[in-house]
């Protein structure tokens, strides 16, 4: 499934990672902890690091782009403190010695000291130039956490939104390495309310009205043309497909919490540590 993988979703943006199976109300359901390459003229920046299962595969796809001549990894941006979102980086920054943290660094230095000066603080509308193209810090409409940012690629358009617009996608339908308009058979509202149910909690008990004319409001506001969520798969027709997900958020609010994971042993190839 991964053989997709890395795919170039917009011109110099590279999705990278692999699947990740998740098992509720006795369906397989497949989600991503996606990690993003970013290619300028002078620089690339990696947002995200992926699932710590994703490791081995992120470096792999790493290491074959930058094989093509994509300009070095200079800025590794995390969209928040949570593992499938920064659980790498102390690996990344070891690796790539001249890369830059970039985002809301709270707390790293605490787990990193040794990294702590090639730590750099981002606040909205902050921008990190990569030749040509730049990723800017934006309004994370979603957030797990008061620390959250989200990014967005100047050039081609490109808004990655964490833990916005996560849903997962059928394995049995050849939904793994789809870009989500592809993906025609994918319940849209349904896996994205499912998705909400299990991880983002809160949206229970917030007017999700609100959220989603927000994330009307910024889509519309910055001209995205491509959404790179770090758990869904990336979306390539805004017009088209955001309603669809806005759709599952609004009615995961409505229905009551279901509770968490079931703890049942996945077997295959496909089977992995059912966190989110
Ligand atoms: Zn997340
Ligand atoms: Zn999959």
């Known amino acids: 499934m991964a053989n997709k993988m890395p795919r170039e979703i917009a011109p110099g943006v590279f ?3 692999d699947c990740l ?6 369906k ?3 989600g991503y902890n996606a990690a993003f390459l970013v290619a300028g003229e002078t620089a690339s920046v990696l947002v995200e690091t992926g ?17 093509r001549g994509l300009a070095p990894l200079k800025y590794l941006f995390v969209t928040h403190q949570e593992t499938p979102h920064c659980g790498g980086l102390g ?10 943290l970039c985002g809301d660094v709270s707390d790293y230095h605490l787990a990193f000291p040794q990294y702590e000066h090639r730590m750099h603080w981002m606040k909205e509308g902050d921008e990190i130039d990569l030749g040509g193209r730049s990723l800017m810090a934006v309004e994370p409409v979603i957030r797990d956490l008061r620390t959250t940012w989200w990014g967005f690629d100047t050039r081609e358009r490109v808004l990655f939104p964490g833990d916005g617009f996560a849903y997962s996608h059928y394995h049995e339908d050849g939904h793994c390495g789809l870009i989500a308009e592809e993906a025609v058979s994918l319940d849209l509202p349904d896996v ?21 004319d927000r994330l009307d409001h910024l889509i519309e506001r910055l001209g995205v043309k491509t959404i790179a969520p ?21 009615a995961a609010a409505l229905m009551p919490e279901s509770g968490t994971n079931e703890k049942v042993p996945l077997s295959g190839a496909c089977a992995a540590t059912p966190t989110i």
């Open 15 to 17: 999705w990278l990672g």
């Open 21 to 26: 199976a998740q098992r509720h109300k006795g």
């Open 28 to 30: 397989i359901y497949h």
């Open 51 to 67: 699932h710590p299962k994703d490791f081995p595969v992120i470096e792999r796809h790493l290491a074959e782009l930058f094989a």
């Open 91 to 100: 690996r990344i920054l070891k690796t790539h010695p001249d890369a830059i």
């Open 192 to 212: 994205s309310s499912t998705f909400a149910d299990l991880a983002l909690f809160w949206t229970k008990f917030a007017d999700m009205n609100a959220y989603c």
């Open 230 to 250: 770090t758990h869904g798969l990336p979306i390539t027709d805004v017009n088209a497909t955001v309603p669809k997900v806005l759709t599952g958020l609004k």
